[in-house]
């Protein structure tokens, strides 16, 4: 089973940037990686996946402001988050598509606030 650790999140103020980091406690080659979001009382939400090969996707409304980026030397993805919104402020978490089973961080809070 892997380990996710996840960190970069914290507060800023609207329009700022953070950077979130994920490192897998093994080797994520050929692994789908991927950032969701949970805010309270609804669905966990796919914001940002790359393949082993390096294609990403994201989700609509952060498109153009948002980049995922993997190191597989460091077992390592990343989430570029550029002028963040009020809204985005929830809980990111980290997965790796292993098989048979997923591997899912903790979670790491992201707080955009004046």
């Known amino acids: 089973q892997v380990h996710l650790e996840e960190s970069g999140g914290g507060l800023v103020q609207p329009g700022e940037s953070l950077r979130l980091a994920c490192v897998a406690s093994?080797?994520?080659?050929?692994?789908?990686m991927a950032w969701y979001r949970q805010a309270p009382g609804k669905q966990r939400e796919l914001v940002a996946e790359i393949s082993r090969g390096g294609i990403t996707n994201y989700l609509g409304s952060v498109e153009g402001r948002f980049t995922i980026d993997r190191d597989n030397a460091y077992r390592k993805v990343s989430l570029e988050m550029n002028n963040l919104k009020p809204e985005e402020t929830t809980v990111y978490y980290c997965?790796?598509?292993?098989?048979?089973?997923?591997?899912w961080g903790q979670g790491i809070q992201v707080t955009v606030s004046e």
């Open positions: 093994r080797s994520i080659v050929g692994v789908v």
């Open positions: 997965n790796a598509r292993f098989r048979p089973a997923d591997g």
